[in-house]
């Protein structure tokens, strides 16, 4: 088990282009969750997947955003026309569907600079 | 409809004296309670959870966190602050279905020598 793995760890990018994002969850765990911290302030929920399923999805999930979790493995969190206000720490979580291991397991985050 | 506020924003204390960081949640449902710490530069670390069992909840580091449904209150304390404890910490309530994790603002601790 090595933990909740996401790629990039860092992406400065220009405003207007595409940037995607990629998560491992810990293998078998069949939730995953996207979040987006911004300085000084708690993490924000985006996305939430149960397999290959997105079941929820923030009001705060613009048209530009994007996810997919395609075999219900990893997952790609897609970015389009990028803006400064998108620049955050974007982060992933996993948990599995079980009674008795219901917290989220967060990886270490991608940050986005959009400049 | 689920939230957290975290009283406080910042908390200061003396190395060795005792910690209290303030959470108040709002849940349709039973939740689920949550402590994470987040070191800088670090992932978000689980602290301790409540899910409907022990309403005295022991973590790692020794921290311990009570539910108190009546005053709709989870707050984190530690009898005796280490250098080490300093980083923020976030309440996060979690409704039944765990279909996703709402946090609070967040409480920076600093630890003094």
């Known amino acids: 088990d090595t933990g909740v793995s996401q790629d990039p760890r860092h992406k400065i990018t220009k405003r207007g282009q595409n940037v995607t994002f990629r998560c491992d969850p810990i293998?078998?765990?069949?939730?995953l969750y996207w979040y987006r911290q911004t300085l000084g302030q708690g993490p924000e929920f985006l996305t939430y997947?149960?397999?290959?399923?997105?079941?929820?999805k923030s009001r705060l999930l613009s048209d530009r955003f994007s996810a997919e979790r395609p075999k219900g493995s990893f997952s790609t969190l897609e970015i389009q026309r990028t803006e400064q206000g998108d620049s955050a720490m974007y982060l992933c979580?996993?948990?599995?569907?079980?009674?008795?291991?219901?917290?989220?397991?967060f990886g270490q985050g991608t940050r986005l600079t959009v400049v | 409809a689920q939230s957290v506020t975290q009283l406080d924003s910042h908390v200061s204390v003396s190395e060795g004296t005792p910690v209290l960081l303030r959470c108040n949640y709002s849940?349709?449902?039973?939740?689920?309670l949550f402590w994470y710490v987040q070191h800088p530069n670090k992932g978000l670390q689980l602290l301790l959870k409540?899910?409907?069992?022990?309403?005295l909840v022991k973590g790692i580091n020794g921290f311990e966190a009570e539910f108190k449904k009546s005053e709709t209150s989870f707050h984190l304390t530690k009898p005796s602050a280490h250098m080490s404890d300093a980083a923020e910490y976030f309440c996060?309530?979690?409704?039944?279905?765990?279909?996703?994790?709402?946090f609070g603002s967040g409480t920076k601790l600093n630890v003094k020598p």
């Open positions: 979580a996993s948990s599995h569907s079980s009674r008795m291991n219901t917290e989220a397991f």
């Open positions: 293998s078998e765990h069949n939730r």
């Open positions: 409540y899910t409907s069992a022990a309403t």
């Open positions: 849940s349709s449902y039973s939740p689920s």
């Open positions: 997947f149960q397999n290959e399923a997105q079941l929820e």
């Open positions: 996060v309530v979690s409704p039944y279905n765990f279909n996703k994790f709402y």
